[in-house]
């Protein structure tokens, strides 16, 4: 596509904003992505569960942040003057955010059943969901939430007050992560915003881990851990943070927060088939409920415009 079919394929808002005609979905495009990016996601937990075991949550968080951040400033290796003053600021207190859930989420799954944490986590998108939505989403995000309760039964788990308290950290963490996601996104053309916010995140868990005792972490480091941390940081998070990035371009906050409700379902399908845990009735039923949750989400939450960075991605594809 060259510039001039860009321009005839764009129309400006009323807002000014410049929306793209040519994406004939984008709802159903952004829900793609994160669809995808829940899957990324669930099986990089599934892959790290060696690396746990010889690391602890905290170091398996830390290297996972550390190296997405030096493959994305590698690879996309952004420009101070690409960024307006806020798109600068914005992408850094993104990464402190995204940090901060990292290790959040890890520290409440080393506390609480990880259905009790999820569950709980889940909160943070349910809230965005509510806060944002308008008619439609705040139904489905009622559905979701239903479904995620039968899906993760946090009855049937200890409740530990610290637990507890870091699994409600990750889900403020995890509200104010997509909201930011989206900001950036709209803000900054292409991944720029990430390879800002992924090397802040894996520098402000440096800081955290090596105030908590990384001298013995650091300590236990070898090469074969760092490729494996290598690895496991293309799949977990540098493939569904990227991805969550460009849904967020075509998808509301609202709705994005409630096909979050997905991730236990696709939790379930990655349990069944990889670790032979066959989920109960109840499950079952919830996976109904977020699935429908979800389909409704994608039909009703498109955005109509979805900022400068996306109008510029489409001129700097064209030859």
Excluded at 12 to 32: F, I, K
Excluded at 209 to 222: I, K, P, Y
């Amino acid at each position: 596509m060259n510039r001039e079919r860009y321009v005839q394929e764009s129309h400006v808002d009323t807002n000014g904003r410049v929306a793209l005609t040519g994406d004939v979905n984008p709802s159903r495009t952004g829900a793609a992505f994160a669809l995808v990016a829940m899957s990324c996601v669930q099986l990089g937990l599934a892959v790290s569960v060696g690396l746990i075991d010889r690391l602890g949550t905290e170091g398996t968080a830390w290297l996972r942040l550390a190296w997405a951040g030096v493959i994305l400033l590698v690879l996309v290796r952004p420009r101070p003057s690409a960024f307006s003053r806020r798109g600068l600021v914005t992408a850094v207190v993104l990464g402190i955010v995204t940090a901060a859930l990292t290790l959040f989420f890890m520290a409440a799954v080393a506390r609480l059943p990880l259905g009790t944490a999820s569950a709980l986590e889940f909160l943070g998108p349910l809230g965005v969901a509510v806060a944002r939505g308008r008619g439609p989403a705040k139904a489905w995000a009622v559905v979701a939430a239903a479904g995620v309760v039968l899906l993760t039964e946090p009855w049937q788990g200890g409740a530990d007050p610290v637990g507890v308290a870091y699994a409600l950290a990750a889900a403020a963490c995890w509200a104010g992560y997509i909201l930011l996601t989206q900001r950036v996104g709209d803000e900054v053309a292409g991944l720029r915003g990430l390879a800002v916010s992924m090397p802040v995140a894996g520098l402000t868990a440096t800081a955290v881990v090596g105030v908590s005792g990384g001298a013995e972490l650091f300590g236990h480091l070898t090469s074969e851990l760092l490729l494996l941390g290598l690895g496991l940081a293309i799949l977990l998070p540098v493939v569904p943070f990227s991805l969550e990035l460009l849904a967020l371009r075509r998808l509301t906050t609202a709705a994005f927060g409630v096909l979050m409700a997905l991730e236990p379902a696709i939790a379930l399908v990655v349990g069944l088939v990889a670790l032979g845990q066959l989920p109960g009735w109840w499950a079952v039923a919830g996976i109904a409920l977020v699935v429908v949750a979800g389909i409704g989400a994608e039909r009703a939450g498109g955005r109509t415009a979805t900022g400068s960075a996306r109008a510029a991605d489409a001129v700097r594809a064209s030859p």
